[in-house]
């Protein structure tokens, strides 16, 4: 079993950059992909990003963000900048049980609470 909790979000303006934080517990954290997803206020959550044997962007975050881990700390990050309103959401990091990063909801096996951002214009 794996647990997930994010940490980072919060109220930012327009143009401004966040960190969030994945923490990890349970397995060896290095064997796992790790993705980040998100969902908006009425809206499905969708795949933003991705890091495994290769990494993965969602073209609405594609240069304005970065995914990165730490396993001696057991933790991913999504650094993200030039933030919009559209970038609103809760943002959800997700574990599967092999090394494949996908952009697949499916495809993963393990999930955070959650943690709010939110972008004002």
């Known amino acids: 079993q794996v647990q997930l909790v994010e940490s980072g979000g919060g109220l930012v303006q327009a143009g401004g950059s966040l960190r969030l934080s994945c923490a990890a517990s349970g397995r060896t954290f290095n064997y796992y992909a790790m993705g980040w997803f998100r969902q908006a206020p009425g809206k499905e959550r969708e795949f933003v990003a991705a890091?495994?044997?290769?990494?993965f962007y969602a073209d609405s975050v594609k240069g304005r963000s970065t995914i990165s881990r730490d396993n001696a700390k057991n933790t991913m990050y999504l650094q993200m900048s030039g933030l919009k309103p559209e970038d609103t959401a809760v943002y959800y990091c997700a574990a599967r049980n092999n090394a494949i990063a996908t952009t697949l909801e499916s495809a993963y096996n393990y999930w955070g609470q959650g943690t709010q951002v939110t972008v004002s214009s």
């Open positions: 890091s495994g044997l290769r990494t």
